[in-house]
């Protein structure tokens, strides 16, 4: 799998982003988040090898704390 292959429904992102806000959504945010759902699934992996497991759960994913730059 390429690091560059989207990884989430670009016409679901867009509906829900316009659905919330009116907003259109620009042709580079889906690799953008696809980026961020790579790394929160990466971190994931990593917990679930730390904890010995072979199965990501739903308490493997972590929302990232701060830094944001809104």
Known sequence: MSDSEVLVVVSKLKNYIK???????????????SAMVRQLCDDAI???????????????????????DA
């Open 19 to 33: 659905s919330q806000s009116g907003m259109n959504t620009s042709g580079n945010a889906a690799p953008a988040v």
């Open 46 to 68: 990593a917990r679930a090898q730390k904890d010995g497991r072979k199965t990501v759960m739903d308490r493997d994913f972590q929302m990232p704390s701060g830094g944001g």
